[in-house]
Protein backbone atom coordinates (compact mmCIF):
# COMPACT_ATOMS: atom_id res chain seq x y z
CA UNK A 1 0.00 0.00 0.00
CA UNK A 2 1.64 3.60 -0.81
CA UNK A 3 3.58 5.04 1.96
CA UNK A 4 1.21 8.36 1.83
CA UNK A 5 -2.04 7.00 2.70
CA UNK A 6 -0.91 5.29 5.78
CA UNK A 7 -1.30 8.21 7.65
CA UNK A 8 -4.65 9.37 6.95
CA UNK A 9 -6.22 6.07 7.82
CA UNK A 10 -4.35 5.75 10.86
CA UNK A 11 -4.80 9.10 12.12
CA UNK A 12 -8.69 9.32 11.63
CA UNK A 13 -9.10 6.35 13.08
CA UNK A 14 -7.66 7.21 16.11
CA UNK A 15 -9.49 10.58 15.58
CA UNK A 16 -12.68 9.60 15.37
CA UNK A 17 -12.79 6.74 17.85
CA UNK A 18 -11.74 8.71 20.81
CA UNK A 19 -13.69 12.10 19.72
CA UNK A 20 -16.89 9.70 19.52
CA UNK A 21 -16.28 7.45 22.03
CA UNK A 22 -14.41 10.00 24.82
CA UNK A 23 -12.92 7.61 26.12
CA UNK A 24 -8.42 6.98 25.17
CA UNK A 25 -7.60 4.62 22.28
CA UNK A 26 -4.37 2.83 22.12
CA UNK A 27 -2.74 2.36 18.38
CA UNK A 28 -1.03 -1.70 18.20
CA UNK A 29 1.59 -2.12 15.86
CA UNK A 30 0.81 -1.78 12.28
CA UNK A 31 1.36 -4.89 10.28
CA UNK A 32 1.21 -6.21 6.58
CA UNK A 33 -1.24 -9.33 5.63
CA UNK A 34 -1.90 -10.99 2.53
CA UNK A 35 -3.46 -14.60 3.34
CA UNK A 36 -6.99 -15.22 4.54
CA UNK A 37 -7.95 -14.42 8.13
CA UNK A 38 -10.56 -15.01 10.51
CA UNK A 39 -12.96 -12.56 11.29
CA UNK A 40 -14.23 -11.90 14.53
CA UNK A 41 -17.52 -11.60 14.67
CA UNK A 42 -18.83 -7.96 13.53
CA UNK A 43 -17.12 -6.40 10.36
CA UNK A 44 -18.17 -3.46 8.71
CA UNK A 45 -16.60 -2.82 4.61
CA UNK A 46 -16.53 0.50 2.80
CA UNK A 47 -15.27 0.10 -0.67
CA UNK A 48 -12.53 2.42 -2.09
CA UNK A 49 -12.91 3.71 -5.87
CA UNK A 50 -10.82 5.99 -7.80
CA UNK A 51 -7.58 6.74 -8.27
CA UNK A 52 -7.08 3.55 -6.50
CA UNK A 53 -9.31 0.08 -6.06
CA UNK A 54 -9.91 -1.61 -2.45
CA UNK A 55 -11.56 -1.67 0.50
CA UNK A 56 -11.48 -0.77 4.48
CA UNK A 57 -12.83 -3.50 6.35
CA UNK A 58 -13.62 -2.89 10.42
CA UNK A 59 -13.52 -5.91 12.60
CA UNK A 60 -14.60 -6.62 15.92
CA UNK A 61 -16.11 -9.33 18.49
CA UNK A 62 -19.79 -8.75 18.50
CA UNK A 63 -19.55 -7.78 22.76
CA UNK A 64 -17.40 -5.02 21.49
CA UNK A 65 -19.52 -4.21 18.40
CA UNK A 66 -22.41 -3.98 21.05
CA UNK A 67 -20.83 -2.02 23.41
CA UNK A 68 -18.96 0.79 20.82
CA UNK A 69 -22.48 1.59 19.46
CA UNK A 70 -24.04 1.78 22.87
CA UNK A 71 -21.19 4.38 23.77
CA UNK A 72 -22.00 5.98 21.01
CA UNK A 73 -25.73 6.12 21.48
CA UNK A 74 -25.73 7.00 25.22
CA UNK A 75 -23.64 10.10 24.16
CA UNK A 76 -26.33 11.06 22.03
CA UNK A 77 -28.88 10.63 24.97
CA UNK A 78 -30.45 7.43 23.38
CA UNK A 79 -31.19 3.78 24.92
CA UNK A 80 -27.74 1.65 24.68
CA UNK A 81 -28.33 -1.54 22.48
CA UNK A 82 -27.78 -5.35 23.93
CA UNK A 83 -28.22 -6.68 20.97
CA UNK A 84 -27.36 -6.16 16.99
CA UNK A 85 -30.59 -4.61 15.54
CA UNK A 86 -31.16 -1.85 13.06
CA UNK A 87 -30.38 0.81 15.11
CA UNK A 88 -27.21 -1.25 16.26
CA UNK A 89 -26.14 -1.81 13.22
CA UNK A 90 -27.28 1.51 11.60
CA UNK A 91 -24.58 3.43 14.38
CA UNK A 92 -21.90 0.83 13.66
CA UNK A 93 -21.79 1.54 9.91
CA UNK A 94 -21.88 5.58 10.77
CA UNK A 95 -18.61 4.84 12.25
CA UNK A 96 -16.98 2.97 9.83
CA UNK A 97 -18.65 5.91 7.57
CA UNK A 98 -17.01 8.58 9.72
CA UNK A 99 -13.42 7.50 9.86
CA UNK A 100 -13.46 6.34 6.19
CA UNK A 101 -14.94 9.62 5.45
CA UNK A 102 -12.43 11.87 7.60
CA UNK A 103 -9.70 9.52 5.93
CA UNK A 104 -10.09 9.98 2.26
CA UNK A 105 -10.81 14.10 3.22
CA UNK A 106 -6.89 13.81 4.70
CA UNK A 107 -5.97 12.28 1.54
CA UNK A 108 -8.38 14.32 -0.85
CA UNK A 109 -5.94 17.37 0.56
CA UNK A 110 -2.66 15.14 -0.26
CA UNK A 111 -4.18 15.65 -3.55
CA UNK A 112 -5.54 12.18 -3.89
CA UNK A 113 -8.73 11.41 -5.95
CA UNK A 114 -11.04 8.45 -3.95
CA UNK A 115 -14.37 7.62 -3.62
CA UNK A 116 -16.66 5.85 -1.14
CA UNK A 117 -19.11 3.06 -1.72
CA UNK A 118 -21.98 3.32 1.59
CA UNK A 119 -20.56 0.88 4.07
CA UNK A 120 -22.30 -2.52 4.38
CA UNK A 121 -22.03 -4.95 7.54
CA UNK A 122 -21.52 -8.41 8.17
CA UNK A 123 -22.18 -10.03 11.02
CA UNK A 124 -21.99 -14.32 12.48
CA UNK A 125 -19.61 -16.77 13.52
CA UNK A 126 -16.54 -18.72 12.16
CA UNK A 127 -15.77 -16.02 8.64
CA UNK A 128 -13.02 -15.54 6.89
CA UNK A 129 -12.02 -12.66 4.86
CA UNK A 130 -9.57 -13.08 2.01
CA UNK A 131 -8.86 -11.19 -1.18
CA UNK A 132 -5.87 -13.08 -2.94
CA UNK A 133 -4.72 -10.42 -4.59
CA UNK A 134 -4.58 -7.33 -2.37
CA UNK A 135 -1.85 -6.75 0.36
CA UNK A 136 -3.84 -5.32 3.96
CA UNK A 137 -2.07 -3.22 6.33
CA UNK A 138 -3.86 -3.98 9.59
CA UNK A 139 -4.48 -1.15 12.27
CA UNK A 140 -5.52 -2.32 15.66
CA UNK A 141 -6.74 -0.34 17.91
CA UNK A 142 -7.08 -0.90 21.23
CA UNK A 143 -10.63 -0.03 23.27
CA UNK A 144 -11.60 -0.27 26.88
CA UNK A 145 -14.40 -2.03 24.93
CA UNK A 146 -12.36 -4.56 23.05
CA UNK A 147 -10.27 -4.73 20.30
CA UNK A 148 -11.77 -3.47 16.60
CA UNK A 149 -8.81 -4.39 13.85
CA UNK A 150 -9.14 -1.98 10.83
CA UNK A 151 -7.94 -3.54 7.63
CA UNK A 152 -7.21 -1.54 4.96
CA UNK A 153 -6.44 -3.12 1.41
CA UNK A 154 -6.29 -0.72 -1.53
CA UNK A 155 -3.47 -0.41 -4.35
CA UNK A 156 -3.03 1.63 -7.57
CA UNK A 157 -4.92 1.55 -10.72
CA UNK A 158 -2.47 0.11 -13.42
CA UNK B 1 20.13 -37.13 14.22
CA UNK B 2 24.00 -35.87 13.92
CA UNK B 3 25.63 -36.39 10.99
CA UNK B 4 28.41 -38.67 10.77
CA UNK B 5 31.66 -36.45 9.38
CA UNK B 6 34.84 -38.42 9.12
CA UNK B 7 37.69 -36.51 9.73
CA UNK B 8 40.24 -36.62 6.85
CA UNK B 9 43.33 -37.69 8.18
CA UNK B 10 46.97 -37.94 6.49
CA UNK B 11 48.45 -41.38 5.97
CA UNK B 12 51.27 -40.77 8.18
CA UNK B 13 48.87 -39.30 11.28
CA UNK B 14 46.93 -42.66 10.84
CA UNK B 15 50.00 -44.58 11.42
CA UNK B 16 51.19 -42.81 14.54
CA UNK B 17 47.28 -43.21 15.82
CA UNK B 18 46.19 -46.50 17.29
CA UNK B 19 42.85 -48.14 16.61
CA UNK B 20 41.30 -46.60 19.58
CA UNK B 21 42.79 -43.28 18.77
CA UNK B 22 40.93 -43.59 15.30
CA UNK B 23 37.86 -44.73 16.43
CA UNK B 24 37.62 -41.76 18.90
CA UNK B 25 38.10 -39.11 15.34
CA UNK B 26 34.74 -40.21 14.18
CA UNK B 27 32.94 -37.14 14.78
CA UNK B 28 29.13 -38.05 15.63
CA UNK B 29 27.61 -36.23 18.73
CA UNK B 30 27.69 -32.27 18.45
CA UNK B 31 27.04 -30.25 21.36
CA UNK B 32 26.55 -26.37 21.79
CA UNK B 33 29.22 -25.71 25.51
CA UNK B 34 28.54 -22.52 27.59
CA UNK B 35 29.62 -22.23 31.00
CA UNK B 36 27.85 -21.81 34.41
CA UNK B 37 29.69 -20.62 37.25
CA UNK B 38 32.78 -21.14 35.69
CA UNK B 39 32.69 -24.35 34.28
CA UNK B 40 32.07 -25.88 30.95
CA UNK B 41 28.79 -27.42 30.03
CA UNK B 42 27.35 -28.79 26.80
CA UNK B 43 24.00 -29.51 25.30
CA UNK B 44 23.07 -31.94 22.13
CA UNK B 45 23.46 -29.46 19.43
CA UNK B 46 19.97 -31.06 18.17
CA UNK B 47 17.96 -29.78 21.06
CA UNK B 48 19.29 -26.69 20.84
CA UNK B 49 17.20 -24.30 18.03
CA UNK B 50 19.22 -21.08 18.43
CA UNK B 51 21.49 -18.94 20.30
CA UNK B 52 19.23 -16.07 21.53
CA UNK B 53 20.07 -12.64 23.83
CA UNK B 54 17.42 -12.32 26.48
CA UNK B 55 16.35 -8.35 26.73
CA UNK B 56 13.32 -8.23 28.14
CA UNK B 57 11.61 -10.84 29.90
CA UNK B 58 8.12 -10.56 31.79
CA UNK B 59 7.98 -11.38 34.97
CA UNK B 60 5.61 -14.51 36.12
CA UNK B 61 4.71 -13.77 39.78
CA UNK B 62 4.33 -17.00 42.20
CA UNK B 63 6.43 -19.35 39.77
CA UNK B 64 10.04 -21.41 41.28
CA UNK B 65 12.82 -18.74 41.42
CA UNK B 66 14.83 -20.24 38.51
CA UNK B 67 12.20 -19.06 36.46
CA UNK B 68 13.15 -16.09 35.27
CA UNK B 69 9.72 -15.72 33.25
CA UNK B 70 8.31 -15.72 29.68
CA UNK B 71 9.69 -14.50 26.35
CA UNK B 72 8.60 -13.27 22.99
CA UNK B 73 10.73 -14.90 20.43
CA UNK B 74 9.21 -13.11 17.32
CA UNK B 75 5.77 -13.82 18.32
CA UNK B 76 5.89 -16.89 20.00
CA UNK B 77 5.98 -16.71 24.37
CA UNK B 78 8.59 -19.06 26.00
CA UNK B 79 9.35 -19.76 29.06
CA UNK B 80 12.78 -18.53 30.26
CA UNK B 81 14.69 -20.49 33.08
CA UNK B 82 17.88 -19.61 34.80
CA UNK B 83 20.12 -22.78 34.97
CA UNK B 84 22.19 -21.43 37.07
CA UNK B 85 19.38 -20.97 39.47
CA UNK B 86 17.96 -24.30 38.59
CA UNK B 87 21.45 -25.68 39.48
CA UNK B 88 22.36 -23.36 42.62
CA UNK B 89 25.25 -22.22 40.88
CA UNK B 90 26.59 -18.92 41.90
CA UNK B 91 25.00 -16.40 39.24
CA UNK B 92 26.20 -13.16 38.33
CA UNK B 93 23.93 -10.37 38.23
CA UNK B 94 23.40 -8.57 34.98
CA UNK B 95 22.78 -4.51 34.94
CA UNK B 96 18.90 -4.09 34.09
CA UNK B 97 18.79 -3.87 29.89
CA UNK B 98 22.02 -5.34 29.79
CA UNK B 99 20.74 -8.74 27.86
CA UNK B 100 21.58 -12.18 29.22
CA UNK B 101 23.37 -15.05 26.97
CA UNK B 102 20.60 -17.95 26.68
CA UNK B 103 19.68 -21.05 24.20
CA UNK B 104 16.36 -21.54 22.95
CA UNK B 105 15.95 -25.22 23.08
CA UNK B 106 13.79 -27.31 21.19
CA UNK B 107 12.20 -30.26 23.29
CA UNK B 108 9.79 -32.76 22.43
CA UNK B 109 6.50 -30.81 22.62
CA UNK B 110 7.40 -27.26 23.58
CA UNK B 111 10.19 -24.49 22.87
CA UNK B 112 12.17 -22.87 26.29
CA UNK B 113 14.81 -20.79 26.85
CA UNK B 114 17.72 -21.04 29.38
CA UNK B 115 20.13 -18.85 30.84
CA UNK B 116 23.60 -19.36 31.11
CA UNK B 117 26.53 -17.27 31.91
CA UNK B 118 28.74 -17.73 28.33
CA UNK B 119 28.31 -19.22 25.22
CA UNK B 120 31.37 -20.75 24.35
CA UNK B 121 31.42 -22.79 20.74
CA UNK B 122 29.97 -25.44 18.84
CA UNK B 123 32.22 -28.88 19.38
CA UNK B 124 32.35 -32.05 17.62
CA UNK B 125 33.16 -35.20 19.59
CA UNK B 126 32.86 -38.84 19.14
CA UNK B 127 30.15 -40.52 21.14
CA UNK B 128 32.65 -43.36 22.42
CA UNK B 129 34.13 -39.92 23.95
CA UNK B 130 31.24 -39.81 26.10
CA UNK B 131 31.95 -40.80 29.95
CA UNK B 132 29.41 -41.68 31.96
CA UNK B 133 28.78 -39.26 35.19
CA UNK B 134 30.73 -40.28 38.07
CA UNK B 135 27.96 -40.66 41.18
CA UNK B 136 30.11 -38.48 43.28
CA UNK B 137 29.53 -35.03 40.63
CA UNK B 138 28.77 -32.27 43.11
CA UNK B 139 26.66 -29.25 41.72
CA UNK B 140 23.77 -30.63 39.36
CA UNK B 141 22.01 -33.55 40.48
CA UNK B 142 23.71 -36.89 39.14
CA UNK B 143 20.20 -38.09 36.72
CA UNK B 144 20.51 -34.72 34.62
CA UNK B 145 24.09 -35.48 33.20
CA UNK B 146 24.48 -37.76 30.47
CA UNK B 147 27.66 -37.75 30.68
CA UNK B 148 31.31 -36.01 30.34
CA UNK B 149 33.44 -35.92 27.72
CA UNK B 150 37.26 -34.25 27.23
CA UNK B 151 37.67 -32.30 24.05
CA UNK B 152 40.73 -30.17 23.59
CA UNK B 153 41.79 -30.38 27.45
CA UNK B 154 38.17 -29.17 28.60
CA UNK B 155 35.72 -31.35 30.18
CA UNK B 156 32.29 -30.62 29.39
CA UNK B 157 29.15 -31.93 31.53
CA UNK B 158 26.73 -32.83 29.03
CA UNK B 159 23.39 -32.18 30.66
CA UNK B 160 20.19 -33.98 29.40
CA UNK B 161 17.95 -31.66 28.80
CA UNK B 162 15.30 -34.26 28.45
CA UNK B 163 14.90 -35.48 31.50
CA UNK B 164 15.67 -31.52 33.67
CA UNK B 165 12.81 -30.49 31.91
CA UNK B 166 10.31 -33.19 31.39
CA UNK B 167 9.99 -34.87 35.02
CA UNK B 168 7.89 -35.95 37.13
CA UNK B 169 5.88 -33.78 39.25
CA UNK B 170 7.41 -35.12 42.62
CA UNK B 171 11.18 -34.24 41.45
CA UNK B 172 10.02 -30.87 39.98
CA UNK B 173 8.66 -30.16 43.90
CA UNK B 174 12.26 -31.00 44.71
CA UNK B 175 14.13 -29.28 42.80
CA UNK B 176 11.94 -26.18 43.24
CA UNK B 177 12.40 -26.42 46.71
CA UNK B 178 16.06 -26.46 46.80
CA UNK B 179 16.22 -23.66 44.61
CA UNK B 180 13.76 -21.48 46.48
CA UNK B 181 16.04 -22.05 49.80
CA UNK B 182 19.28 -21.07 47.34
CA UNK B 183 17.53 -18.40 46.35
CA UNK B 184 17.56 -17.22 50.34
CA UNK B 185 20.64 -16.50 50.56
CA UNK B 186 22.54 -14.20 49.20
CA UNK B 187 23.13 -14.28 45.39
CA UNK B 188 24.81 -11.57 43.97
CA UNK B 189 28.61 -12.88 43.60
CA UNK B 190 31.63 -10.89 42.02
CA UNK B 191 32.01 -12.32 38.15
CA UNK B 192 32.85 -15.73 37.99
CA UNK B 193 36.29 -16.11 37.48
CA UNK B 194 36.83 -16.51 34.00
CA UNK B 195 37.52 -20.09 32.64
CA UNK B 196 41.08 -20.87 31.21
CA UNK B 197 40.76 -19.79 27.48
CA UNK B 198 43.03 -22.37 25.02
CA UNK B 199 41.83 -21.49 21.50
CA UNK B 200 40.70 -23.98 19.24
CA UNK B 201 43.68 -25.38 17.96
CA UNK B 202 43.42 -27.51 14.96
CA UNK B 203 41.31 -26.84 11.74
CA UNK B 204 40.67 -29.99 10.32
CA UNK B 205 37.93 -30.41 7.89
CA UNK B 206 35.85 -31.41 10.85
CA UNK B 207 36.43 -28.03 12.28
CA UNK B 208 35.89 -26.00 9.16
CA UNK B 209 32.66 -27.49 8.82
CA UNK B 210 31.22 -26.96 12.25
CA UNK B 211 32.68 -23.45 12.20
CA UNK B 212 30.51 -23.33 8.79
CA UNK B 213 27.47 -24.12 10.59
CA UNK B 214 27.87 -22.00 13.48
CA UNK B 215 28.47 -19.30 11.52
CA UNK B 216 25.46 -19.94 9.18
CA UNK B 217 23.30 -20.47 12.40
CA UNK B 218 24.89 -17.22 13.88
CA UNK B 219 23.79 -14.91 10.50
CA UNK B 220 20.51 -16.25 10.30
CA UNK B 221 20.19 -15.46 14.21
CA UNK B 222 21.86 -11.88 14.90
CA UNK B 223 21.00 -10.95 11.15
CA UNK B 224 18.26 -12.83 10.00
CA UNK B 225 20.91 -13.21 7.12
CA UNK B 226 20.14 -16.85 5.32
CA UNK B 227 22.85 -18.86 3.53
CA UNK B 228 21.47 -20.58 0.81
CA UNK B 229 22.46 -21.35 -3.20
CA UNK B 230 21.52 -17.68 -3.48
CA UNK B 231 24.78 -16.51 -2.14
CA UNK B 232 26.54 -19.25 -0.82
CA UNK B 233 29.54 -18.71 -3.35
CA UNK B 234 30.37 -15.22 -1.63
CA UNK B 235 29.48 -17.09 1.72
CA UNK B 236 32.56 -19.55 1.05
CA UNK B 237 34.67 -17.08 0.04
CA UNK B 238 34.05 -14.80 3.11
CA UNK B 239 34.12 -17.59 5.09
CA UNK B 240 37.95 -18.05 4.61
CA UNK B 241 38.80 -14.28 4.67
CA UNK B 242 36.74 -14.36 8.09
CA UNK B 243 38.43 -17.26 9.45
CA UNK B 244 42.22 -16.08 8.36
CA UNK B 245 41.05 -12.65 10.01
CA UNK B 246 40.48 -13.96 13.29
CA UNK B 247 42.51 -16.09 13.37
CA UNK B 248 45.27 -13.27 13.21
CA UNK B 249 43.39 -11.28 15.61
CA UNK B 250 43.16 -13.77 18.20
CA UNK B 251 39.88 -14.40 18.34
CA UNK B 252 36.95 -16.99 17.90
CA UNK B 253 36.16 -17.99 14.31
CA UNK B 254 32.32 -18.41 15.69
CA UNK B 255 30.26 -15.00 15.94
CA UNK B 256 29.07 -14.28 19.26
CA UNK B 257 26.71 -11.23 18.85
CA UNK B 258 25.22 -9.02 16.30
CA UNK B 259 28.40 -6.60 16.14
CA UNK B 260 30.41 -10.40 14.50
CA UNK B 261 27.68 -10.83 11.94
CA UNK B 262 27.16 -7.02 11.08
CA UNK B 263 31.58 -7.41 10.23
CA UNK B 264 30.78 -10.57 8.49
CA UNK B 265 28.44 -9.35 6.36
CA UNK B 266 30.54 -6.28 5.47
CA UNK B 267 31.74 -7.27 2.11
CA UNK B 268 27.97 -8.61 1.44
CA UNK B 269 26.12 -5.84 0.69
CA UNK B 270 26.14 -4.30 -3.11
CA UNK B 271 27.63 -1.42 -4.30
CA UNK B 272 26.13 2.03 -3.04
CA UNK B 273 23.89 0.07 -0.79
CA UNK B 274 22.40 2.94 1.19
CA UNK B 275 23.63 5.85 -1.11
CA UNK B 276 22.73 6.84 -4.39
CA UNK B 277 24.13 4.78 -6.86
CA UNK B 278 27.13 6.11 -8.85
CA UNK B 279 28.32 6.57 -12.60
CA UNK B 280 30.21 3.41 -12.72
CA UNK B 281 27.60 0.84 -11.60
CA UNK B 282 24.81 3.25 -13.50
CA UNK B 283 26.51 2.72 -16.84
CA UNK B 284 27.26 -0.91 -16.33
CA UNK B 285 23.89 -1.60 -15.47
CA UNK B 286 22.25 0.51 -18.00
CA UNK B 287 24.26 -1.22 -21.03
CA UNK B 288 22.88 -4.72 -19.48
CA UNK B 289 19.45 -4.18 -19.55
CA UNK B 290 17.34 -4.55 -22.57
CA UNK B 291 16.16 -2.02 -24.63
CA UNK B 292 12.43 -1.19 -23.18
CA UNK B 293 9.80 -2.30 -25.91
CA UNK B 294 6.75 0.05 -24.83
CA UNK B 295 6.13 3.88 -23.88
CA UNK B 296 6.49 2.84 -20.27
CA UNK B 297 9.22 1.74 -18.42
CA UNK B 298 7.57 -0.43 -15.31
CA UNK B 299 10.62 -1.22 -12.82
CA UNK B 300 9.95 -3.35 -9.55
CA UNK B 301 12.23 -2.43 -6.51
CA UNK B 302 10.86 -4.82 -3.81
CA UNK B 303 12.86 -4.66 -0.59
CA UNK B 304 13.81 -0.37 -1.56
CA UNK B 305 14.59 0.65 2.35
CA UNK B 306 14.93 4.18 2.20
CA UNK B 307 14.73 4.37 -1.49
CA UNK B 308 17.78 5.49 -2.23
CA UNK B 309 18.46 2.84 -5.14
CA UNK B 310 14.75 3.87 -6.42
CA UNK B 311 15.88 7.21 -7.09
CA UNK B 312 18.86 6.36 -8.60
CA UNK B 313 17.06 4.06 -10.98
CA UNK B 314 14.94 6.47 -12.21
CA UNK B 315 16.59 8.99 -12.17
CA UNK B 316 19.05 6.87 -14.55
CA UNK B 317 16.18 5.56 -16.90
CA UNK B 318 14.70 9.36 -17.26
CA UNK B 319 18.05 10.71 -18.26
CA UNK B 320 18.76 7.32 -20.79
CA UNK B 321 15.59 7.52 -21.99
CA UNK B 322 13.77 11.58 -21.40
CA UNK B 323 10.88 10.38 -24.46
CA UNK B 324 9.37 7.25 -22.09
CA UNK B 325 7.27 7.25 -18.92
CA UNK B 326 9.12 5.36 -15.88
CA UNK B 327 7.07 3.80 -13.14
CA UNK B 328 9.05 2.74 -10.86
CA UNK B 329 7.57 0.40 -7.90
CA UNK B 330 9.08 0.50 -4.78
CA UNK B 331 7.91 -1.74 -1.86
CA UNK B 332 9.78 -2.44 1.78
CA UNK B 333 8.24 -4.13 4.57
CA UNK B 334 10.45 -2.05 7.37
CA UNK B 335 7.40 0.82 8.01
CA UNK B 336 10.12 3.40 9.32
CA UNK B 337 12.38 3.35 6.23
CA UNK B 338 9.29 3.70 3.88
CA UNK B 339 7.66 6.24 5.47
CA UNK B 340 11.14 8.36 4.83
CA UNK B 341 11.77 7.35 1.16
CA UNK B 342 8.88 9.46 0.09
CA UNK B 343 10.59 12.52 1.61
CA UNK B 344 14.20 11.53 1.55
CA UNK B 345 16.33 14.06 3.26
CA UNK B 346 20.00 14.37 1.57
CA UNK B 347 22.74 16.85 0.65
CA UNK B 348 23.23 17.97 -3.14
CA UNK B 349 27.00 16.17 -2.86
CA UNK B 350 25.48 13.04 -2.18
CA UNK B 351 23.80 12.98 -5.85
CA UNK B 352 25.71 12.02 -8.79
CA UNK B 353 27.32 15.24 -11.22
CA UNK B 354 24.99 14.17 -13.67
CA UNK B 355 21.80 14.08 -11.73
CA UNK B 356 22.45 17.53 -10.51
CA UNK B 357 19.70 19.08 -12.80
CA UNK B 358 16.70 16.75 -11.48
CA UNK B 359 16.91 18.11 -8.17
CA UNK B 360 15.46 21.17 -7.08
CA UNK B 361 15.11 23.08 -3.82
CA UNK B 362 12.88 21.90 -0.90
CA UNK B 363 12.12 23.05 2.71
CA UNK B 364 14.18 20.09 4.18
CA UNK B 365 17.34 20.83 1.58
CA UNK B 366 17.41 19.31 -2.03
CA UNK B 367 14.73 16.78 -3.61
CA UNK B 368 14.36 15.62 -6.50
CA UNK B 369 11.97 17.25 -9.15
CA UNK B 370 8.21 16.22 -9.97
CA UNK B 371 9.44 13.97 -12.99
CA UNK B 372 11.53 11.64 -10.89
CA UNK B 373 9.16 11.86 -7.71
CA UNK B 374 6.34 10.94 -9.57
CA UNK B 375 7.99 8.12 -11.45
CA UNK B 376 8.59 6.51 -8.18
CA UNK B 377 5.63 4.66 -5.97
CA UNK B 378 6.53 4.06 -2.44
CA UNK B 379 4.48 1.78 -1.25
CA UNK B 380 4.91 -0.43 2.76
CA UNK B 381 4.95 -3.77 1.34
CA UNK B 382 5.95 -7.07 1.81
CA UNK B 383 7.87 -8.54 -1.09
CA UNK B 384 6.38 -12.26 -0.04
CA UNK B 385 2.54 -10.92 -0.41
CA UNK B 386 3.21 -9.12 -3.74
CA UNK B 387 0.48 -10.28 -6.28
CA UNK B 388 -1.44 -8.63 -9.00
CA UNK B 389 1.65 -6.65 -9.62
CA UNK B 390 1.55 -5.23 -13.72
CA UNK B 391 3.99 -6.81 -15.89
CA UNK B 392 7.63 -5.72 -15.20
CA UNK B 393 10.30 -4.46 -18.13
CA UNK B 394 13.07 -4.69 -14.96
CA UNK B 395 12.85 -6.22 -11.38
CA UNK B 396 15.64 -4.70 -9.03
CA UNK B 397 15.80 -6.30 -5.68
CA UNK B 398 19.78 -6.14 -4.56
CA UNK B 399 20.28 -7.90 -1.24
CA UNK B 400 16.65 -8.88 -0.71
CA UNK B 401 16.26 -12.79 -0.87
CA UNK B 402 19.28 -13.60 1.47
CA UNK B 403 17.14 -12.05 3.82
CA UNK B 404 14.57 -14.90 3.51
CA UNK B 405 15.07 -18.16 3.86
CA UNK B 406 15.45 -21.09 0.83
CA UNK B 407 11.44 -21.98 0.61
CA UNK B 408 10.76 -17.86 0.36
CA UNK B 409 13.43 -17.70 -2.25
CA UNK B 410 12.08 -20.08 -4.20
CA UNK B 411 8.84 -18.23 -3.96
CA UNK B 412 9.77 -14.79 -4.54
CA UNK B 413 11.77 -15.69 -7.28
CA UNK B 414 8.74 -17.26 -8.67
CA UNK B 415 6.85 -14.20 -8.54
CA UNK B 416 9.87 -12.23 -10.14
CA UNK B 417 10.03 -14.94 -12.92
CA UNK B 418 5.92 -14.41 -13.46
CA UNK B 419 6.15 -10.65 -13.72
CA UNK B 420 8.47 -10.14 -15.85
CA UNK B 421 7.90 -9.42 -19.33
CA UNK B 422 9.54 -12.38 -21.61
CA UNK B 423 13.37 -10.58 -21.88
CA UNK B 424 12.71 -8.67 -18.53
CA UNK B 425 16.07 -8.08 -16.65
CA UNK B 426 16.20 -9.17 -12.69
CA UNK B 427 18.85 -7.07 -10.79
CA UNK B 428 19.98 -9.13 -7.74
CA UNK B 429 22.74 -8.18 -5.30
CA UNK B 430 26.35 -7.67 -6.39
CA UNK B 431 26.73 -11.31 -4.23
CA UNK B 432 23.84 -13.21 -5.23
CA UNK B 433 22.51 -15.15 -8.25
CA UNK B 434 19.50 -16.82 -8.87
CA UNK B 435 18.56 -21.32 -8.20
CA UNK B 436 18.88 -22.65 -11.60
CA UNK B 437 19.58 -21.18 -14.73
CA UNK B 438 16.83 -22.73 -17.34
CA UNK B 439 14.37 -19.79 -16.92
CA UNK B 440 17.36 -17.44 -16.59
CA UNK B 441 19.91 -15.72 -19.61
CA UNK B 442 22.97 -14.34 -17.74
CA UNK B 443 24.38 -11.23 -18.86
CA UNK B 444 27.54 -10.60 -17.43
CA UNK B 445 29.08 -7.30 -17.85
CA UNK B 446 32.62 -6.06 -16.14
CA UNK B 447 31.47 -6.30 -12.46
CA UNK B 448 28.29 -6.91 -12.61
CA UNK B 449 25.64 -10.03 -14.06
CA UNK B 450 21.92 -9.34 -14.85
CA UNK B 451 19.38 -12.18 -15.31
CA UNK B 452 17.08 -11.89 -18.31
CA UNK B 453 14.26 -13.85 -18.71
CA UNK B 454 14.25 -16.33 -21.55
Sequence with gaps: MRVEYINPFVESAYNVLSEVLQTEVNRGELYLKSAAMPMLGVAMIVGLAGDVEGRVLFDMKLETGLAVASAMLTSMDMEPVEELNDMARATLTELANMITGQAVTKLHNLGFRFDLTPPAIFSGQNMEVSDPNFE??????????????????????? | ??????????????????GEERRQSL???????FSLGGKDYGIDIMRVKEIAKFAQFTYVPNTAPFVRGVYNLRGDIISVIDLRLMFNLPAEQREEGHPENGLILRLETNMIGVVVDQIDKVVGIASSQVQPPHPIFGDINVKYISGVAEHEGRLYIILDVDRIFSRESDEEESIAQRSFDAARRPRVQEAASPSPTDEPRSSGTDERAIQRDFVTQGLATFAGFHVTPVNVDWFDRRMDEWRAERQASGKDVQLIDEDDARAFLGTFHSRYAGRFWQADYVTELLSLLPEPAGNVIQVWNPGCGEGYGSYSIAAALLKRYPDRQVKVWAGDKDLMKISTAPNLVFSRSDVPEEWQDLLVDGKNGPTFNAAVKDAIL?????????????????????DLLSLHGEAEQRKVIETFEETLKPGGALVLGDNERVFDGAAWEEITGDSLTVYRRR
Design chain 2, 27 to 33: VDFKMVT
Design chain 1, 136 to 158: ALIVPMELPQGKIEINVAVRERT
Design chain 2, 378 to 398: FEFSDVLNSAGMPKMDVIVAR
Design chain 2, 1 to 18: MANIDTQVLNSQELDEQD
